[in-house]
């Protein structure tokens, strides 16, 4: 970064000229001004979300089957029993957890080195970034389609490389098996998201001033150490954020495991989302699916509040 | 009521002018919802045919994504219950059900009756064809029943030909597993179920209420988790091969028999030559046996107000000449006597099988869960059972539960 | 020392990032060697890494005999149009957040992530109704609607920590200078976040063209994005693989291409002497 690009991106204070005294707007009292910039957004998501999240409660305290159209009487909290009660619902929320779990911590960890990486000056790092997103700019049905035929025992790509390399003994039915199905649809998943913390992070780091690390430099300060005092607090709010949102986002895809298993074999690989969406689509009963869904929303709710909650300052 | 929905139509319409495209005005419109597996195909030229025969009437057709089946038959039952559904679509028997329900069909009995290809489809597909209420919604479109190809020349070697009893068919598989190849390529994913049924009601046991959990059917069903399971004439990766599996395996020598369906007959015949064959799926001591008929079919909806006009398209498609254009474009069989007589699409060894399925051709129940079942609780348990976590008689168990509690 | 250095930059970065990247690209090149074989080369038994002989069928039939490049010339005008409309409307609605402590604030910021916390397909039902009443079945405006809203909480919260990482110090030298809130948001926060702003604009425009099931519900004639697009190639009996290869890795470009331009933007040490004492 050199010291005109720095010149130029100053603040132009004479942009909008000194009207002597100006307008004191809302510096100490918020009064109606962060309304009036939310109300966009506030109003897009009241009618294009809220009002259909409505209607899913509504459903979760209704038995409601979509070939029903004329018969959807209320069943109190029938559904959250049956969700509750169900065996199959325990099993997808510990498979959920292991998803989630794994899933974010090894995106974030390869998107972290990746961000890390970008950052520093090479010949060809423009390229190097764009084509990062890669994996992540691929329709899940292309991604869930292109990763069950590369660990397709019979005619996959992985199988033949690793028995030729000598990493495996024989071909595995990766998907298959349960011992090894989460673990494939894990290398998918990772594969697809780990950009996004590549490019997020990335972004992130941009805001962290080099004259701090210049600075720090100066003090006698090793690369480590640099890392640790400066690179980590300064990225750590937007990493915070991404992360939330990751697990989110994680905990409700089931677009790769729809393709690739199914939820299988058996219900080894079915996750909580998964459970809710076969409910609904397959099943019909959009009751069931609504319940399923409201509870798997609490459940992130509980994260989401104990994060806003420590941050609230 | 009328003047709002012109208001709202009109405001909608400079909101998105640049954005929309113009619908015809003249004469009626029928909106039809259809798949074809290939995307290249399209109805274009049987819908210009069609128009040209029948000036007044506009097709206006759409592709939706199959997806598994989920995909096509949850954009339908949405639409229809918004009140936005098309005139006339294709549906499979596992909509039957469901449609029926939701009150959406129209009755094609007095239509079928007074047309003149009614004798041009043979009485056991309109049997097939008609509902639990004894009224006929679907018109036979197209069809395929599900039959046995077997690798000639490699049963040659062990001076074996193709199974016909179930022993035969286990000898078979046994004597062509060994080293990178196996017997059977047994289908344990989403739309399996297709070809286990063969297996499990092939000693006489039916689809029906108690029949699942007959002690033959208990006895089939064991006999074809053992071929996985103790005899492993199957490839480890079978409990979630899907059909792409199923047929790639085949062709790539991995495996040397597999249960699936005249559509893939000419890529089989490409690939191999005569050394491939179809023959009927194994059958039982007492000549009893069941050959899983695949269905599609067209069906007019309640909802829309031009009956008579979608009536007019579904049975110009369903009569011989242009039923076997329509076919050439699906890749399936024609529903037609007259145009299966000179049927060149595919190889006549194929055909024939199909054909000498149709007398132990059947289907599944016409319930609601039944699309439940091939999607997921089939997929479910048969890979569970496969697997060893519950016995095969607890999965018949479940499937009897699903169908008949 | 020169040479050391170079050495040192192709071991300790170049080389990694080959590697992440040889990660991140090896599938999407399978798929791409892939579309250039002839399918009977696609089932043979053992695999050939090398083919034999490449073709340009897969392309050609993808371009000529299917609606392919309208497809993509649909998803381009959905997903721009989600960026456009979600970085106007997140954008405020961050800096509001970042900049105010109001009443009620976390429980909004709260608020807008739980109703994301549903999953799509139990609001499909309820939104394809509003759709078809307001008259926007199979238009742009419902696709592009429907993204933007429904990545903007994920927009309005990856935002606001990128503009809490600018000093409101800022804010206060520029209202004092007598800037209204928007036009500090505008010519000073802005330029600032472009970082953030441009990691956003990302994901949003993935978002958007990876979607499927809005796509596939609330339009389809009219409007037919290329996710719809690739699923019409899997089929009841058979899958068009190598249309289905083919169309594969060409969908990955755009977003590509796009980021190629924008990552310009992600150039270090923005607010660095911005705040003299």
Not at chain 2, 370 to 383: E, G, H, L, M, S
Not at chain 3, 214 to 221: D, P, S, W
Request: proline share 6%.
């Amino acid at each position: 970064m050199n010291v005109s690009t720095a010149q130029q991106r100053r603040v132009p204070s004479q942009a909008w000229g000194t009207k002597g005294g100006g307008r004191r707007s809302s510096i100490l009292r918020p009064g109606a001004t962060p309304w009036l910039m939310l109300a966009p957004a506030l109003a897009a998501a009241a009618i294009l979300v809220l009002l259909p999240v409505l209607d899913t409660l509504w459903m979760s305290f209704h038995d409601v089957i979509l070939y029903r159209p004329r018969s959807r009487p209320f069943a109190g909290l029938a559904n959250y029993a049956w969700a509750l009660t169900d065996p199959v619902f325990w099993e997808s929320l510990r498979h959920s957890l292991v998803w989630i779990v794994c899933a974010v911590s090894l995106q974030f960890a390869l998107g972290f080195a990746a961000a890390l990486l970008l950052n520093r000056s090479f010949a060809w790092r423009g390229i190097a970034r764009a084509l990062i997103v890669v994996p992540w700019a691929l329709p899940s049905v292309i991604i869930g389609l292109i990763w069950t035929w590369m660990l397709d025992f019979n005619l996959g790509v992985l199988n033949e490389i690793g028995v030729r390399l000598g990493l495996l003994s024989a071909s595995i039915p990766w998907l298959a098996q349960p011992s090894t199905a989460m673990a494939g649809v894990l290398l998918a998943i990772v594969w697809q998201g780990f950009p996004f913390f590549a490019v997020t992070l990335l972004a992130g780091l941009q805001a962290i001033p080099g004259e701090l690390y210049e600075a720090a430099s100066i003090d006698g300060a090793g690369p480590f150490g640099k890392f640790r005092h400066i690179t980590l607090p300064g990225l750590a709010g937007v990493m915070a954020t991404a992360l939330l949102l990751r697990m989110i986002w994680v905990a409700n895809s089931l677009d790769l495991i729809l393709v690739m298993t199914n939820g299988g074999p058996g219900t080894a690989t079915q996750t909580l989302p998964l459970h809710a969406f076969l409910t609904a689509w397959s099943g019909g009963n959009y009751g069931h699916g609504a319940a399923l869904s409201v509870l798997l929303t609490l459940l992130l709710l509980g994260v989401v509040v104990a994060y806003v909650w420590r941050n609230r300052a | 009521m009328k003047r709002r929905d012109m208001l709202t139509g009109a405001t909608a319409a400079i909101a998105t002018a640049p954005l929309a495209r113009p619908y015809a005005q003249k004469g009626v419109t029928i909106r039809w919802w259809y798949h074809l597996d290939d995307p290249k195909a399209t109805p274009n030229e049987f819908i210009a045919a069609f128009e040209k025969e029948n000036p007044g009437i506009h097709i206006e057709a759409e592709n939706i994504p199959w997806g598994g089946g989920g995909d096509y038959d949850n954009r339908l039952y949405t639409s229809i219950i918004a009140g936005n559904g098309p005139d006339t679509s294709m549906v499979k028997f596992n909509n039957l059900a469901r449609l029926l329900e939701m009150e959406a069909l129209s009755p094609l009995d007095k239509w079928i009756d007074a047309w003149p290809g009614k004798s041009d489809i043979t009485a056991d597909l309109w049997r097939l064809h008609t509902a639990p209420d004894g009224k006929r919604y679907y018109m036979p479109l197209q069809y395929v029943v599900l039959y046995l190809y077997v690798r000639l020349d490699l049963l040659a070697k062990h001076n074996l030909t193709p199974p016909t009893t179930f022993d035969e068919f286990l000898t078979c598989a046994k004597a062509l597993t060994g080293g990178e190849q196996w017997g059977f390529g047994m289908r344990g994913g989403s739309g399996g179920h297709d070809s286990w049924m063969p297996f499990a009601f092939g000693t006489g046991a039916r689809p029906v209420k108690g029949g699942f959990v007959s002690p033959a059917a208990l006895a089939q069903n064991r006999y074809f988790i053992d071929l996985m399971r103790t005899h492993k004439v199957c490839p480890p990766s079978a409990p979630t091969d899907g059909f792409l599996q199923i047929v790639n395996n085949m062709k790539a020598g991995r495996t040397a028999m597999a249960v699936h369906h005249i559509s893939t007959a000419n890529d089989m015949a490409n690939t191999f030559g005569d050394a491939i064959t179809a023959v009927v799926v194994p059958r039982g001591p007492d000549r009893s046996g069941f050959a899983t008929f695949g269905d599609g079919a067209n069906a007019v909806y309640a909802a829309s107000k031009n009956q008579e006009a979608a009536w007019r398209w579904i049975s110009w498609l369903s009569t011989g000449p242009n039923n076997v254009l329509y076919n050439k474009a699906a890749g399936q069989m024609t529903v037609t006597t007259s145009g299966a007589a000179n049927w060149t699409l595919h190889p006549k060894r194929f055909v024939d099988a199909t054909v000498n399925s149709l007398p132990i051709a059947g289907v599944l129940p016409n319930l609601p869960q039944t699309a439940d079942f091939t999607r997921v609780v089939w997929p479910q348990n048969t890979q569970k059972a496969l697997l060893g976590e519950i016995t095969p008689d607890a999965m018949m168990q479940i499937f009897e539960k699903l169908f008949f509690s | 020392m020169k040479r050391q250095l170079r050495l040192l930059r192709l071991l300790g970065t170049e080389l990694p990032v080959v590697a992440i990247l040889g990660f991140a690209l090896l599938p999407w090149i399978w798929m791409m060697l892939s579309s250039f074989r002839p399918d009977s080369e696609l089932t043979h038994s053992p695999i050939t890494l090398i083919p034999s002989q490449l073709t340009l069928v897969h392309h050609i039939e993808l371009l000529q005999r299917t609606s392919f490049i309208w497809n993509l010339r649909d998803s381009l005008v959905v997903a721009c149009g989600a960026v456009a409309l979600g970085l106007g409307l997140a954008l405020p609605a961050a800096y509001a957040f970042s900049r105010f402590r109001f009443r009620g604030r976390g429980a909004l910021r709260t608020g807008f992530l739980v109703i994301n916390m549903f999953p799509v397909v139990m609001l499909i039902l309820p939104l394809f109704v509003l759709m078809r009443e307001l008259g926007l079945l199979d238009t742009y405006v419902a696709l592009i609607a429907g993204h933007a809203t429904f990545t903007l909480p994920f927009a309005i919260w990856l935002l606001t920590s990128y503009v809490d990482g600018i000093p409101q110090e800022l804010d206060q030298a520029a209202m004092i200078d007598g800037a209204t809130r928007l036009q500090t948001l505008w010519l000073v926060v802005l330029p600032l976040a472009l970082p953030g702003v441009v990691a956003v604009g990302i994901y949003l425009f993935i978002t958007s063209w990876n979607e499927y099931l809005f796509a596939l519900m609330l339009a389809g004639r009219n409007v037919r994005t290329v996710t719809v697009a690739l699923q019409l190639f899997i089929g009841e009996n058979q899958i068009q693989w190598g249309l289905l290869m083919a169309g594969g890795t060409l969908v990955a470009l755009p977003a590509t291409i796009l980021f190629l331009f924008a990552q310009r933007q992600l150039v270090g040490g923005l607010t660095g002497g911005a705040v003299k004492g």
